[in-house]
């Protein structure tokens, strides 16, 4: 594993240099381009990393899989009164299919979906956002995860799209809370700055029925589990989903500071990380890394 993870990020390091950091969220912007990194977590407990595995990033739509596995557990199936857990076929900040689904979103994964699952959660936690945080440092076994409070601010300052959202879910009767509070704590956990070895830990969970090897925390039921990564596959990287599971074939979670994770079930969890994003908001070359990866181990769920 570890001589096919450094064979990997040779090959699509030419890759760096043609997809474009995202500048939506202006401290984002400012993150050096020039980074790639992986680590793949076994269901044994074993890491293999590759690259700059060790240099944290900012989670952003990765958070959306805890605080849902948060909701699952709090709440479990009551969740899918408020929305779905279908693929939009949308980017994932996509308004227009919101007004014409009269407020109740998709799935978990588009910003709308992650709204609502945040406003749950804000209805259950007294802190959602120091919730997720402590949730976070156990998942992955790393005591000292924390928010960056400047990405957090720059998401809050440029708001605008979130807040439409989540205001037109209100207007329909589906948010429950303040929304300006809700969204503080939603890009609190998307300002999660975690590495590809804590991501990778973090997911192990899923690719071990629910178990997590380094904590033996039983965090959803086999089943479940199968859900989420169901929801992942058919909804993790928004309107790419499809040419994921085409290229990688496995239930896969994006984020715009360039990060994906990725399940092998049964096998492994993989983090992969470099900040160039391609037009549909996913990292350029850790797509290319998973693709290989994926063929190379004959990964594909499909
Ligand atoms: O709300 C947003 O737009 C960001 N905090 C998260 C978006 C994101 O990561 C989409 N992923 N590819």
Redesign the pocket.
Known sequence: MQALLNEILDQVRPLLGQGQVADY?PALAEVPANQLGIAVYGVDGSLHTAGDATTAFSI??ISKVFSLVQAIQHSGEDIWQRLGHEPSGQP??SLVQLEFERGRPRNPFI?AGALVICDINQSRFAAPALSMRDFARRLSGNAHVVADMKVAES?YQHRAR?AAAAYLMQAFGNFHNDVETVLRS??HH?ALAMNCVDLARACGFLANQGLCTHSGEQLLTPRQTQQVNAIMATSGL?DEAGNFAYRVGLPGK????GGIVAVVPGRFSVCVWSPELNPA??SLAGMAALELLSERIGGSVF
């Open positions: 969220i952003q739509s994932f900040n910003n998401e979130n939603y890009f998307c928004y994006s984020g715009v500071g908001g996913n």
